[in-house]
């Protein structure tokens, strides 16, 4: 019998690159995550959580970039210390934009919490120049390329932080619909924090 998965796309609200205290919403938004995980931890008899961060590197970002990384890591430390997780692995996707040095940059999931915190650390922001990013192949990577536990107890969770929209004119680019379809049907939560 096929467990039912529950599919969550949470559009906090889609932002243009200006106009906004980025620095306040994404203080706002940590203790909301922190519960909603420990939640689902709790009520699901899930004991072990993988969380994967897309992370938008480029250029608009480089007055965030830093809050941005010490939120992320503010989450991730939380979590390895709460009582209702045995196992916390977690994996990042850098974006950018075709044209920049990279489209994306991926860091595999794992428990080795130490590594991906240095991997972090490297990340800067450049490129970009236009406002949409490639938003829809980091979630793309982030859903198929990744290994994610077979594990149903397994809380799986993907946190896309940025400041701009996908690239919509993209011809050969599976959109945003697609993946998070294709995150449903491997019980994926999506969150999108921007």
Known sequence: MHKLFFFLVSFISILNCKNINKKELIENEKPILVAAINKATTTNTTRNAEIVFCLDATGSMSGLIGTAKEKIWDIVSELAQSNDIDTLKMGMVFYR????????????????????????????????????????????????????????RTYKTIFIVGDCPPHMDYKDDILYSESCKKAAEKGIIITLLN
């Open 97 to 152: 934009d075709r044209g920049d040095n990279f489209i994306t940059k991926q860091i595999a999931i794992t428990a080795d919490l130490d590594e991906a915190y240095s991997d972090l650390l490297k990340i800067t922001a450049s490129g970009g120049g236009d406002t949409p990013e490639s938003v829809n192949q980091a979630l793309n990577e982030s859903i198929t390329s990744m290994l994610w536990s077979t594990n149903p």
